[in-house]
């Protein structure tokens, strides 16, 4: 791995996620299990094309299962999970019915989803989809694509995934609010944990704004994050050479392509970042600032929801569980009005009444959800 990266000057030592400890012990375990010999380190690929070499801890290996663990690294970007150590036990299982070759769940310290909205179903376990593809990724290179060579047909390898210190690493976590009971979640989306702090994050955003304003452009896209980007390119179909993260600092990034001289800003987010910005906040990290529920609520009053649809809305611990219950009533038009509100609180932020703003919201699978009044008209010009 290229242990650091530098931002403003300053050294930073890159870390690596519970997702890629827990995908780390599985491989570990199931080549133990299935040699019944101990591993001094494992390597795994990452979704960032980073190569991770780490090593095995607490192993205990017999003829039924096989247990190591490998201990949460957070690199300068220390978190509430740094230093933990993340369990995986191997062990051959019947089969459950139509059951898979590879079934992972959750043990002692990993969460239960309870509430809907999440990525992950409820009553499963808190381990998410990029995580839980790295797992099996990693367990198939030991074991190739067809396991029934190493497994009799009639059984399935079972991965459990525990962290014995998670229960009380979790109560200082979102994890409660969220509705994941009993444990922390098996996160990360690159495998790779970036340490920036907030200051040398900021810098390092703006320095892309600022390069590519020096390429002669005068129009930007502003995302969130990976999600943002997939959603201008797959359902927009636009060239992400225009495409700039902002992270949660959306005053901020708004503020600087406007001292850069941008002159048409499109903005494309998931509505749980945006539904902030259309009530003037402008950095949306949950930390900060989450009123997610309360301006949801009060713009489907102002619509004329009844109080026991509101109520329903209230008991949503993300937007997304919010979105869930709205598709299926007659107020998706909240939508639109959250849009133009956002464009609305966007411009008024710039104070520049000759840059053009349009806004796009997407649900949590990146597909269309809504976009301000001028949406479209702004998007030509990124053909």
Not at 5 to 14: A, S
Not at 270 to 279: E, Q, T
Not at 287 to 293: E, G, M, P, S
């Amino acid at each position: 791995m290229e242990e650091y990266v530098y931002i403003d000057g300053k050294k930073y030592r890159r870390g690596y996620t519970t997702g890629s400890c827990a995908a780390a012990a599985s491989k570990a375990a199931t080549y133990m299990l299935f040699t019944q010999k101990k591993l001094k380190e494992v390597n795994i690929d990452t979704p960032k094309g980073i190569y991770l070499t780490l090593k095995p801890e607490n192993i205990e290996i017999n003829k039924e299962y096989a247990i190591c663990s490998i201990q949460k690294d957070g690199g300068d970007d220390i978190d509430a999970t740094h230093t933990m150590d993340i369990f995986a036990k191997a062990e051959i299982i019947d089969r459950q019915n139509e059951g898979e070759d590879i079934y992972v769940t959750g043990g002692i310290g990993v969460g239960t989803v309870t509430k809907k909205g999440l990525k992950v179903e409820v009553g499963k376990s808190a381990i998410n989809p990029v995580p839980m593809n790295m797992i099996k990724t990693e367990i198939h290179k030991v074991l190739g694509t067809d396991l029934n060579t190493y497994i009799d047909k009639t059984k399935t390898l079972k991965i459990t995934i525990y962290a014995p210190q998670g229960v009380e690493i979790a109560k200082k976590t979102f994890n409660p609010r969220l509705g994941i009971v009993g444990g922390i979640s098996i996160l990360g989306t690159s495998g790779i944990v970036e340490p920036m702090s907030d200051e040398g994050w900021k810098k390092s955003l703006s320095i892309e704004l600022e390069m590519k304003r020096a390429q002669g452009l005068d129009k930007i896209i502003l995302v969130p994050g990976n999600h943002g980007e997939e959603f201008i390119q797959n359902e927009l179909g636009l060239d992400i050479k225009y495409v700039v993260r902002m992270s949660n600092f959306v005053g901020y990034m708004l503020m600087e392509a406007k001292r850069m001289g941008y002159k048409k800003i499109l903005l494309a987010g998931h509505i749980g970042k945006f539904i902030k910005v259309s009530a003037g906040i402008f950095h949306t990290h949950s930390k900060v600032a989450d009123a997610r529920n309360e301006i949801m609520i009060s713009n489907l009053a102002l619509m004329g929801a009844p109080l026991e649809f509101l109520q329903e809305i209230d008991k949503c611990v993300t937007a997304e569980g919010a979105v869930e219950i709205i598709d299926q009533s007659e107020y998706t038009g909240v939508y639109e009005i959250l849009c133009n509100k956002c464009r609305d609180r966007v411009k008024q932020h710039l104070g520049d009444e000759n840059i053009e703003v349009g806004v796009y919201m997407f649900r949590m699978d990146k597909s269309y959800l809504a976009k301000s009044d001028n949406a479209d008209s702004i998007v030509e010009v990124f053909r």
